[in-house]
């Protein structure tokens, strides 16, 4: 599968069957929030920014209304600096995922080519499922399924494709969720309740600037003036603010940066 | 720390913040020396470029001295002690844009990159103190700053070349210089180049540099146009003539110039019906920029000849003549400056003589001063061009 931009398909069984008010109001929340955001960003004063957050808010709290109940799948890729052969090793190696996977907190070798996911759920619950690796094949295709008994089903795909004239390897993402049904499919699905393409496309980002950059790019943890309250409310809805908080390479590695 | 902060429209303040500190290994950190107010901290200044915050400190063109560095910062290339004048944009080293030279492009130095993608399709590089859609980073306006993959833009300086004479090597000097190669002069060609600011005033003398025959400089300020004639250009007021197109037709025999350069960007000022509607959809957002400019460079400039824009403009644009543009058969070339392609050349060129930046300033100021020099510097009081600040002595009202 092959796709030069992000998709997101729902599989459109049952949104036919939700009340007709709960559908109407949902996507006039994404509708209204959505031109907000583009009237935010285009707006002149201070308060742009802070508006399209808000507009964004709005839009996403439209898609975290979502019932997750019945499984989508998502979809992105990207160009990476590199050959096929280093995207594929890093890529191997599951245990590393939280570092450009914001919404994993842990990935652990059980062996056998199973491994334990643990992500960040609502309310910092932790959300975990066991995963079974399908298919691999050398610096081609990674495929990996959810065991049976597993609190949420998520399904990758993941395949690097060569580039030409050096530019490096493609890397297409896919992935299938199914979350479970009852109280905890609700409070699982918030944690995709973000547009799961935008998530997928952010975490290749992470992975792209890792390979290429040996870091990701943040602003996260530096100065600033006094911010109005407003904004600070809005940084909030922002549908890029980390899960979780990073660790600071500032307390982390005192003892390996040079101080004049 | 002192820096200064954009608190709102018109609203500059000189805060105590706190010292920025390594966030990434590649991080260094900057004790700053000299920093400037550029033109396009006006565009913030007066609200037109989307998405800032109240609280974001200001300020793209600095220098000074590595204070700190992080543990993957490549110690060949920058070390504590090195001074270094930063560039304004903020580049990987190592993404697609970066290897092709195309540094204002980087791919992974903006992590707001998806509002930028929004109103662009593909998001720029970081950037500097300018707007979260550009980044979000802390700016130089300040007496430290965090200058991330600080291996790949900073350009160290040996001591006993003063600040003045390199500092520009920041932004504008390179800018000008951009601005002239984009307009891909050959030899006996005239460049007409609007707006004789900073970025106006470096792109004259690059033009030169580059073997244009004349330039033609256009603008309303007496004390810019000596500076532009100074600097060996013919000058056009504005002001002065009924029609710059008009002027510049019978300046070059009725062929018009062989490439015309706006150094002006999105706050055109002008006069006539057009502009008034320009400041109206501005004013009430329809319209975030004021093509002015870029009209007439497309109007003024010869069949097949080039368009430069260094001028920035922000979003989106009404009445643009594609037609003159098409049927003229013209190029047009812009960007934020690729900095680290001709910080060195440049550098060079300043130890050899050939020029030397510090004329275009006019004042130097403590950093306390900043908030009312916006103002000067926006209204083109006191013959203000260029406002160099002086982060660490005290000083309000002189
Ligand atoms: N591309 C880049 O990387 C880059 C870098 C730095 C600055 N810039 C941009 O370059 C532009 C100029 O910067 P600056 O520091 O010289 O600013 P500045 O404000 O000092 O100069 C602008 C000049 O343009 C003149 N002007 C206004 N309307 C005019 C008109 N209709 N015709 C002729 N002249 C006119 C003004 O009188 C003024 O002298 C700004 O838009 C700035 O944002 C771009
Ligand atoms: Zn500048
Ligand atoms: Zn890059």
Known sequence: MRSNSDSYSHNRRDSASYPKSFVAGRWGAIVAGGALAAFGLSRRSGGGLALAIAGGGIALAGAKARPYLEPFSAHSSI????????????????????????HVESVTNLGDGRYRWVAVGPADTPVQWDAQVETIRENELIEWHTLPNSQITVNGRVEFTKEPDERGTSIHVSIEFAPPAGPLGYSVASLFGKDPSFL?????RRFKALLEAGEVPTTEGQPHGP??????????????????????????????RGIA | MKAVCWLGIEKMSVETVPDPEIINPRDAIVRITSTAICGSDLHLYNGYVPTMEQGDIMGHEFMGEVVEVGPGVNKEKLKIGDRVVVPFTIACGNCFFCKHQLWSCCDNSNPNYWIAEKMMGYSPSGLFGYTHMMGGYAGGQAQFAR??????????????????KVLFLSDIFPTGYFGALNCDIKPGDTVAIWGCGPVGQFAIRSAFMLGAERVIAID??????????QGGAETINYEEVDSVLGTLKEMTSNIGPDSCMDAVGMEAHGKGLTYLLDK??????????????LRECIQACRKGGTVSVPGVYAGFDDMIPLGAFMNKGLTLKT???HMMRFMGDLFQRIQNDEIDPSFVISHR?????????????????DRCTKVVLDPWTNGHAA
Request: aromatic residues 10%.
């Open chain 2, 147 to 164: 200058v991330p993959f600080a291996d790949v833009g900073p350009l160290k300086i040996p001591s006993g070349i003063p600040d003045d």
């Open chain 2, 335 to 337: 960007g934020q400056t």
């Open chain 1, 200 to 204: 997928i496309r952010q975490d290749l």
């Open chain 1, 79 to 102: 160009l990476v600096n590199c050959s096929r052969e280093e995207a594929f090793q890093r890529w191997s190696k599951f245990e590393d995922f939280p570092r450009f996977m914001h």
């Open chain 2, 280 to 293: 109206a959809k501005q004013a009430v957002k329809v319209e975030t920029d004021r093509p002015l400019v």
């Open chain 1, 227 to 256: 911010r109005s309250a407003a904004i600070a409310a809005l940084r909030f809805v922002n549908p890029d603010r980390p899960p979780r908080k990073e660790p600071r390479l500032s307390e982390n590695l005192e003892s390996q």
């Open chain 2, 220 to 229: 309303r300020f007496r004390y810019r146009l000596q500076q532009a004639e």
């Open chain 2, 365 to 381: 100021v403590p950093i306390d001063r900043a908030p009312e020099m916006y103002k000067i510097f926006r209204d083109k009081q």
